[in-house]
């Protein structure tokens, strides 16, 4: 009898010791596939926001999606007072005010145009049109343009992380 | 070791050795049929003859497919459609066949559903059933990823996103899936070996097991009468043929099998040639582009029902409706409490207005499915969801009520 | 026993072809607006009211600051003076040759358009004269005489040198009427034109090069870069394409694709020019249809009379 229950646990621990192993290639598995370090390493866009001239539009890229960043003058930003929607959505680097935006139409996701001369955007698929902020000021998008994850560090921008202020955002409904 | 003698033929050469009479014995010549059957009851060969003409076409599309993201549409639009000697023919088969295989799940779904065959014994046969549906859901989703047009990168993109689980956002988990922030490389590559390698294995091992799981409790009947297999089959042997209750596998019901088999194909090869349209969806003649949204997102027609439950929650309801969906039809053979296992028309009113309903509701649900969420649509795809929902929930009231007939 | 398959059959050929007609031909005419056919009659242009002579129409055609001075006209020995990608980037968009002109587009069509091009055109919503956004094609002003009368010549002149409509090619019409925005690579066509065989991959890639430079001045004319129409057969279907070309705006409001003028025949061309490169087999499929539809009949019935035989035992 002793020697039968000695064989059932030796069938048991052999048991074990193969879960072992089947366990250990999971997490080989598992492993395979992640987001290899090349897509992940390109999953974060780091913007120095010194560089921005104000007025002028520059698109970004960030994980295969085109990024606008316009920086705001004085004059534009006395003209978002009181708008509590746009005031919302500006994004404070330093002592500067930026617009940092995905850059698709929220109607169909084409990309719209920046018109330097009107400071505006206009999307040239169906007539959408976005004010400096993103927010829109012609149908038919839905609703401005969302904006990427971000996080503030310093004098920079690292697109693909949550800071607070975009938490912040999320949380009121700013951006979907 | 076993005594082997100087074969006579090679047949008994082989019999020796692999024993293929006793094989073909209890494979066909001795796996008996019952009689009272109607055609419904030939869909698991029509399923089969689907199955090796999407393995056939799918063999020759493979050869000249490459899945990347760079190449894939071309592969498929230009070098099998234009180049390839009948490549349009093998892709318009496998078009075709994918979907028309659904239909004859679903049509093969419920009439095991109408006639009881999922009780008494033959709940395994309901199970594996069930598992082969979700093994050819997976295989459908996965193949429709690999021609990267817009409808593969979108439905992708949509239903990748479901695994974040709504309010839970999950989103790790979307991009451990994709392999990525968005459907790319390595999101086709690993749906390509989905779809090409681990998904048909799976398919063939349940077939496998459908098909054991068959063996003990036998194939149903018309009626639900149980029959005595062993008096029966004798009084075949013994000459009796009319007036037994069972047949042979083959040749017997085998001819009936390719009857309706030649019917089926009439009407899969008129799909092939002259409506694939429905098969073959024109956005996804679009090549995938990331930065353009279709105006109209929606799954094949056979995913259509449970994708409409999902639509007019919100999402974390909606979710949570959607899983409920896909794994209750599993559970139909403990879900259904009545001791009739009878055609559904005699088990009294209450079930016969429940199979009925259940089948109507699934085509409102896929029709609500597709056209767009908007006004009446929308209102009347939540009310047909809850009706899906509350109809599972009565199930097992309604027939633990049910008189023994 | 009653033999109950008809009526079975009956019930599965019924739910089938509800489930069909709601998710197929329903939901489809809910989704996509429908846009009858405006037969490319053109009735919102003046009706001609004069009959040309082209040999005045050849004087005003090639008459400095006339046609010529941006078009080229190989028919008539008039090249074009710049590349493609040059003049797309120097007048905001390639003046297309008019050699052909007279039998792709609509008589109706030219005449207001030499006038006034943003308005044949339909793009007066991107082109507003008191916005001082001005088209890039000037309207005729008229050479002093009677305008409609002048504009009759030059278009009886275009017609004049036009190749015969029987002549005009699938490819012609395609590349004449769409090819200058849309690209076709399954044809091997690029907006400046079919891309020869190189045999130097440095020549190949300068005339990369140079379709990309030209792509770059269609983005900056048009919004966006022009699709690619090599698939657009099988992704959009024949009327969807023939009453989006008749008028753009019936179908995208707003879009800044021009109405393109063609002639109802010049458009079954260009469809047929589509179907060459989005559906080449499908003279190969109808014949393959037939052929396997009469074996698979015979395959049934033959299927049919073994069942019988097999099962005259068992009943």
């Known amino acids: 009898m002793e020697n039968n229950s000695r064989r059932g646990f030796m069938g048991k621990a052999f048991g074990a010791v193969a879960a072992v192993g089947a366990v250990g290639s999971l997490v080989a598995m598992k492993k395979s596939w992640d987001p290899l370090p090349s897509v992940k390493a390109a999953g974060f866009t780091t913007l120095d926001m010194g ?37 919302a959505r500006n994004i404070k ?84 | 070791m076993a005594h082997f003698t100087k074969a006579t033929s090679v047949k008994d050469w082989l019999n020796q050795r692999l024993a293929i009479e006793k094989v073909e014995k209890v494979m066909a010549s001795e796996y008996w049929i019952p009689k009272n059957i109607n055609f419904l009851w030939a869909m698991g060969m029509v399923l089969v003859v689907t199955f090796v003409l999407l393995l056939v076409s799918g063999i020759f599309l493979l050869m000249y497919y490459v899945p990347t993201t760079a190449e894939a549409f071309y592969s498929v639009n230009y070098t099998i459609m234009r180049e390839v000697g009948y490549g349009w023919l093998w892709r318009h088969v496998h078009g075709v066949a994918a979907s028309v295989v659904f239909l004859v799940i679903y049509i093969h779904m419920f009439t095991a559903i109408y006639y009881g065959s999922y009780k008494k014994g033959r709940e395994m046969i309901w199970i594996s059933g069930m598992l082969l549906f979700i093994a050819f859901s997976t295989e459908a989703f996965s193949g429709y990823m690999l021609p990267w047009g817009q409808m593969s990168y979108w439905a992708g993109m949509v239903i990748t996103n479901l695994f974040a689980g709504g309010s839970l956002h999950a989103d790790g988990l979307v991009e451990w899936i994709r392999g990525d922030y968005v459907p790319a490389q390595a999101f086709l590559g690993r749906f390509f070996m989905l779809h090409v390698l681990l998904v048909p294995i799976a398919i063939m091992g349940l077939i496998g097991l459908h098909f054991a799981a ?17 008096v029966e089959s004798k009084k075949y042997l013994n000459g009796d043929k009319a007036g037994s209750k069972v047949m042979r596998f083959a040749n017997d019901f085998m001819s009936k099998d390719m009857m309706v088999v030649g019917i089926f194909l009439i009407f899969f090869f008129y799909l092939v040639f002259y409506n ?117 929930i009565a199930l097992p009231i309604i027939t633990s009520m049910e008189k023994k007939v | 026993m ?24 329903y939901a489809h005419h809910v989704m996509h607006k429908h846009v009858e056919s405006e037969s490319f009659a053109y009735a919102d242009l003046p009706a001609i009211t004069k009959t040309g ?61 030499i006038k006034n091009p943003a308005h044949a055109l339909k793009v007066e919503h991107k082109f507003d004269a008191d916005k001082g956004q001005m088209h890039p094609m000037v309207g005729f002003y008229g050479a002093g005489g009677d305008i409609d009368q002048e504009v009759a010549d030059m278009v009886a002149y275009l017609q004049s040198i036009a ?82 070309v008749e008028n753009p705006q019936n179908h995208l409001a707003g879009t800044a694709m021009p109405r393109t003028g063609v002639t109802a025949d010049t458009m079954d061309k260009v469809i047929e020019h589509m179907k060459d490169a989005g559906d080449t087999k499908r003279h190969k499929r109808e014949e393959v249809g037939k052929t396997v539809m009469i074996f698979i009949v015979i395959f049934a019935l033959f299927a049919l009379l073994w069942k019988k035989q097999v099962w005259r035992d068992l009943h």
């Open chain 1, 51 to 87: 560089m921005y001239q104000e007025g002028v539009m520059v698109t970004e890229k960030w994980r295969g999606k085109p990024i606008f960043v316009l920086k705001k003058s004085a004059e534009v930003m006395a003209k978002e007072k009181g708008n509590a929607a746009a005031e």
């Open chain 1, 93 to 176: 680097v330093g002592n500067d005010n930026f617009m940092v935006a995905i850059g698709l139409c929220t109607h169909l996701g084409c990309i719209p145009a920046f018109r330097s001369d009107s400071n505006d955007f206009q999307c040239a698929c169906h007539g959408g049109m976005f004010d400096a902020s993103g927010l829109v000021t012609k149908v038919p998008p839905p609703r401005g343009f969302d904006i990427p994850p971000f996080k503030i560090d310093g004098n920079k921008l690292i697109l693909g992380e949550v800071g607070p202020e975009y938490q912040s955002m999320k949380d009121n409904g700013v951006t979907l």
């Open chain 2, 214 to 230: 068959l063996r003990i409790p036998h194939v149903n009947n018309q009626d639900g009468e149980e029959i005595d297999f062993d």
């Open chain 2, 276 to 392: 694939y349209g429905f098969a073959m969806d024109p956005v996804n003649f679009d090549p995938a582009d990331g930065l353009k949204t279709p105006a109209h997102i929606y799954p094949e027609w056979y995913f259509l029902w449970s994708y409409e439950i999902l639509r007019p929650f919100n999402i974390d309801l909606g979710l949570a409706l959607f899983g409920f969906a896909q794994v209750i039809f599993v559970f139909l053979p403990f879900l259904d409490r009545s001791p009739n296992s009878v055609p559904a028309n005699r088990r009294g009113a209450a079930f016969k207005v429940w199979f009925w309903l259940m089948l109507s509701n699934m085509i409102v649900l896929t029709a609500m499915g597709k056209l767009p969420p908007e006004g009446v649509f929308s209102q009347i795809g939540l009310v047909a969801a809850i009706l899906f929902i509350a109809q599972w």
């Open chain 3, 2 to 25: 009653k033999n109950k398959e008809p009526i079975i059959l009956a019930v599965v050929v019924f739910f089938t072809l509800v489930t069909y007609y709601l998710v197929e031909p």
């Open chain 3, 53 to 113: 002579d082209a040999a005045r129409g050849q004087d005003l055609v090639m008459g400095a600051g006339a046609c010529v001075g941006c078009h080229a006209i190989e028919a008539a020995g008039m090249p074009a003076a710049m590349e493609p990608q040059m003049a797309a980037a120097s007048y905001g968009v390639n003046p297309p040759d008019l050699s052909n002109a007279g039998v792709i587009y609509d008589a109706r069509f030219l005449t207001d358009l």
């Open chain 3, 163 to 244: 190749v015969k409509p029987e002549a005009v090619t699938p490819a012609l019409a395609y590349e004449n009427a769409c090819g200058r925005c849309h690209a076709m690579s399954y044809e091997n066509w690029t907006q400046i034109g079919t891309k020869p065989k190189f045999k130097h991959e440095k020549d190949s890639l300068a005339f990369d090069i140079k379709v990309l430079e030209y792509q770059d001045s269609i983005k900056t004319y048009m919004g966006k870069l022009p699709p690619d129409l090599s698939m657009y057969i099988r992704s959009r279907n024949e009327q969807f394409i023939s009453t989006l």
